[in-house]
């Protein structure tokens, strides 16, 4: 046994080194596998704090940056799929006055998702879950688009509508109920 370390500091513990924190081997695996034993010189450390994805205000540990499995879920997914940190994703959305960037509307009910090509993998504006799919589903390709925006004005009812709309779900409405 060691004598050259100071010995724990435990009462009652006497003749044994030093090992961590102030305490022997024996006490210091006591504290920290069962719990039974804080040592007495460092407090518990908790503090509040606001999630860095949804901004609540929660109590945690030190290292803790998020308030529950969503959130660090929606940001592990967003620095994986994305490389943009949930900052960015905010600052972005910020810019956007919290609207998806093609139809200008806001999803109470979902987020808005990260638009990107999928040639050069850059990141380029956030879309709803509508539009983000539009796109995909044009296969981004803008000849595609255009031939959709021909057609839509080939087969619409009112084709004066068409041009230079900007509530799109306003203006499917007045076609749908032409006497209204």
């Known amino acids: 046994m060691r004598t050259d370390k100071p010995e724990c500091k435990e009462a009652g513990c006497v003749g044994q080194p030093y090992e961590a924190r102030g305490y022997c081997t024996h006490h210091y695996n006591k504290a920290y596998y069962d719990k ?6 460092i407090p518990p450390v908790t503090f509040t704090d606001a999630c860095d994805v949804c901004g609540t205000i929660f109590n945690g540990k030190s290292t803790q940056k998020r308030c529950s ?4 879920n929606k940001a592990d997914r967003l620095m994986r799929k994305f490389n943009m940190k949930p900052a960015e994703y905010k600052a972005l959305l910020d810019k956007q ?3 998806c960037a093609i139809c200008m509307k806001e999803d109470p009910y979902q987020s808005l998702g990260v638009d ?3 040639v050069t ?4 504006e956030l879309l709803c879950s509508h539009c983000n799919t539009a796109i995909g589903s044009f296969r981004e390709s803008i000849a595609l688009l255009e031939r959709a925006k021909q057609y839509l004005i080939k087969h619409s009812a009112t084709p004066a509508m068409m041009h230079d709309v900007t509530d ?6 007045k076609v ?5």
């Open 69 to 72: 499995r969503k959130c660090r």
């Open 176 to 180: 749908a109920r032409p006497n209204g």
């Open 121 to 124: 993998g850059r990141n380029r």
């Open 168 to 173: 799109v779900s306003c203006m499917w409405a």
């Open 97 to 99: 006055d919290n609207v």
């Open 36 to 41: 039974s034993l804080i040592p007495h010189d």
């Open 116 to 118: 990107h090509n999928h």
